[in-house]
């Protein structure tokens, strides 16, 4: 054998002895990265505002970009099992298909699936793999955490391992620029662009269009105040709404500052403001925010779609779609605390 051909054997004999090394170490950090991707998924969900959503989302990249890091140390483990599970088959299915709705979503951008967006797609496939994984872990318990997973070396290697997933998520960032790809501008909170004219009728989970008539009044503490109302004084404000299936829109809607039809100051002993829709959907917010809320008739100039809320709805600015809540029935004071509500609508 020439000594460029020993080299080489030599070479790829290391190479296999590195996966080799898959067991014990590989599960508990495939356990690791899927609990981080879970969490900071829904972290990015619950950020409005760039500074947190960057940070939910960057973690949330860096951890989904580790399972694919780990995809041939797995290999192994999964080429050495005695025999293979339906259900672990299906876990392994369901992460394949998160993961390529995940990258299909950050690169390719907002579009439609048969009805879905990638990110439906994407958060679908995760909450279903959860129990998947809970069973995959209960089967294959042991894979407990030992002294010498602190050791010095083992220590290097996950630090290595953290640096190669840093350089791979720099790399992918790097390319979608180059490329021009949807990746470059998107939101930080993941969000793509779509004209306002465009936005999609939206349900959060299972919500109705209801069917109100044009002269609908609102109820607010102690009164009623009817559409034309609001539409006369509304005033126009620009904002952005992010909604968490994929897209985002900036639009002038036309309203009236909450501020200016319930008055703060009225607010003794009130926790929060309820925004409460026709369809029993609702949210609570801080009364602290009642300057930067709006009752909305209008979106760039034409009326509400009956989709989009008609005849009026909520316009929330630095929060995510999902409190933008439409078909508006009443505003009210309310005694329970926003942080004492659902992170996100149940309806
Ligand atoms: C991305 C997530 C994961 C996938 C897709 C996956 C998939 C698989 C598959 C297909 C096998 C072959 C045996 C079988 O069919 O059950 C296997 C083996 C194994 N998995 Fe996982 N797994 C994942 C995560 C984990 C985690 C988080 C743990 C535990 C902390 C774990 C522990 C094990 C163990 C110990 C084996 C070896 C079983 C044996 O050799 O008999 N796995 N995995
Ligand atoms: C364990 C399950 C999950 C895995 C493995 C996973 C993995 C990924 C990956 C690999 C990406 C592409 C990241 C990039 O290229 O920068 C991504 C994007 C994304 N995922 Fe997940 N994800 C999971 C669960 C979730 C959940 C539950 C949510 C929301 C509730 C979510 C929301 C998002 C969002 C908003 C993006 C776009 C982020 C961006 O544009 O940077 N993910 N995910
Ligand atoms: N009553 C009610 N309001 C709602 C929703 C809903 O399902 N029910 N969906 C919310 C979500 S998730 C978004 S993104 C916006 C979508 O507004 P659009 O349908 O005008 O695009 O409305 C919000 N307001
Ligand atoms: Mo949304």
């Given at each position: 054998m020439g000594a460029d051909a020993y080299r080489e054997v030599m070479a790829a004999r290391a190479w296999t002895r590195v996966f080799r090394r898959a067991g014990r170490r590989t599960n508990l950090a495939l356990l690791v990265l899927l609990t981080g991707a879970f969490g900071t998924g829904w972290l990015a969900f619950a950020a409005g505002t760039p500074v947190p959503a960057r940070l939910a989302t960057v973690s949330h990249g860096l951890f989904g970009l580790g399972l694919v890091v780990l995809v041939p140390w797995k290999r192994v483990v999964i080429s050495r099992a005695p025999r293979l599970q339906v259900a672990s088959l299906a876990l392994l299915g369901m992460v394949a298909l998160c993961l390529l709705a995940g990258f299909v979503e950050v690169f390719a951008g907002y579009g439609l699936w048969g009805g879905l967006s990638p990110i439906q797609v994407h958060v679908s496939a995760a909450v279903v793999l959860v129990p998947l994984l809970v069973l995959h872990?209960?089967?294959?318990?042991?894979?407990?955490?030992?002294?010498?997973?602190?050791?010095?070396?083992?220590?290097l290697r996950t630090a290595g391992f953290a640096v190669?997933?840093?350089?791979?998520?720099?790399?992918?960032?790097?390319a979608g620029r180059a490329a021009g790809l949807a990746s470059a501008s998107r939101l930080a909170t993941g969000s793509h662009r779509i004209p306002a004219a465009e936005m999609p009728a939206t349900t959060w989970l299972f919500d109705r269009t209801p069917s109100l008539p044009a002269d609908h009044r609102v109820r607010l503490e102690g009164r009623d105040v009817g559409w034309a109302e609001l539409d006369r004084r509304g005033g126009p404000v620009v904002a952005r709404l992010d909604c968490t299936s994929g897209w985002y829109a900036e639009a002038t809607w036309t309203g009236v500052r909450l501020a200016d039809l319930l008055d703060p100051a009225a607010a003794t002993g009130a926790?929060?403001?309820?925004?409460?829709?026709?369809?029993?959907?609702?949210?609570?917010?801080?009364?602290?925010?009642l300057g930067q809320r709006w009752l909305a008739t209008r979106c760039d100039g034409r009326l509400l779609a009956s989709g989009a809320g008609a005849p009026?709805?909520?316009?929330?600015?630095?929060?995510?779609?999902?409190?933008?809540?439409?078909?508006?029935?009443s505003?009210?004071?309310?005694?329970?605390?926003?942080?004492?509500?659902?992170?996100?609508p149940l309806q």
């Open positions: 872990v209960r089967e294959h318990r042991r894979q407990r955490v030992r002294r010498r997973d602190a050791s010095r070396r083992s220590l190669g997933i840093g350089a791979g998520w720099l790399a992918l960032e790097g926790a929060s403001v309820e925004v409460r829709s026709v369809t029993g959907y609702r949210r609570r917010f801080p009364v602290a925010e009026v709805r909520l316009v929330a600015p630095h929060r995510r779609g999902f409190w933008w809540v439409k078909w508006v029935e505003v009210t004071w309310s005694d329970r605390p926003p942080s004492l509500q659902s992170p996100f």
